[in-house]
């Protein structure tokens, strides 16, 4: 079985950076929590786990800490968080990803100026979150056409919209089209990650010329759903696996070539287990 596996699979910069920090934080033989999960992949969180590492999943949960580490992953999260842990004495290991900072920095200082700050994004996502609590005033959701043809700007308000950092590229622009056809005063932010979007085009192309495709991701990563509902409309058999053992592809004899991507929370080991499997076994 001949395999074409993508270039851009797997971690990107931002996720690398932040589990490298988680890594590098044990070292220290401090206490060391994670404000929420670092990525979206239950099985690097587990082996953080056996290292000693404690997942925070709440803000009431982080009021009772007292001492440790807390690092912030790389969604990043509002600024009140940052300044709670700060409040409580705590050390802070900000690993939030440039690109979303350089979001947070724009949120804060256009709706600072003025503007109010519509977010093009999946509402409750924890990026999305974290965006919205750098706003000084209420940030807008907005995900979907119907939700943007229904907005009415409060009275008087210029806009500013920005994306979260793994929304498609194509619906953005979308989305933004009705914005801007009903004229208001707007300042447009693309603020989608390159590295999303080339992961994207480039599994589009390769699911395009296989005969199966495989995308490797974690069941509530929601950049590798996006990057399986584009594979699924290149390709008629595409499966989204979470580890090998999900990998039941029943394939016709006539299929030759499998491309493979993964999404920005899939360790290296992973990929190539994958990689390694259907070279050997299809
Ligand atoms: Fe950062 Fe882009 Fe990854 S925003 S976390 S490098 S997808």
């Not at 994004?121 to 609590?133: F, R, T, Y």
């Not at 010329?209 to 759903?225: E, F, L, P, Q, W």
């Not at 409309?233 to 299929?255: R, W």
């Amino acid at each position: 079985m001949e395999v074409i596996l993508a270039e851009s699979a797997g971690f990107c910069f931002g996720v690398k950076r932040a589990v490298d920090k988680v890594y590098e934080q044990i070292e220290t033989g401090k206490k060391i929590y994670t404000y929420g999960p670092i990525i979206h992949n239950e099985f690097v969180v587990q082996d953080l786990g056996k290292k000693g590492v404690e997942v925070i999943e709440s803000e009431e949960a982080l009021e009772q800490l007292t001492e440790g580490t807390i690092v912030i992953r790389s969604h990043g999260v509002p600024k009140s968080i940052c300044e709670k842990i700060e409040k409580q004495g705590l050390e802070c290991v900000d690993a939030t990803c440039p690109f979303v900072k350089r979001i947070h920095k724009i949120v804060e200082k256009e709706s600072a100026a003025g503007r109010q700050i519509v977010i093009i994004g999946n509402a409750g996502h924890p990026e999305v979150e974290g965006i919205q609590g750098w706003s000084v005033t209420p940030a807008i959701v907005i995900e979907s056409e119907k939700e943007a043809q229904e907005f009415v700007p409060e009275a008087g308000k210029k806009l500013c919209i920005v994306s979260q950092t793994t929304f498609n590229y194509n619906k953005f622009q979308e989305l933004v089209e009705i914005f801007l056809k009903k004229g208001y005063d707007i300042s447009v932010v693309n603020t989608i990650c390159n590295a999303t979007e080339e992961r994207q085009t480039e599994a589009k192309d390769i699911a395009a010329k296989v005969d199966a495709m495989i995308v490797i991701g974690g069941k509530h990563s929601s950049n590798t759903r996006k990057l399986y509902e584009i594979c699924c409309k290149e390709c008629a058999h595409t499966c989204l696996i979470q580890t090998l053992d999900d990998l039941h592809l029943e394939l016709p004899k006539a299929v030759r070539l499998v491309g493979i991507t993964a999404g920005a929370s899939t360790p290296n080991k992973l990929i190539e287990e994958v990689q390694n499997y259907v070279r050997i076994n299809f």
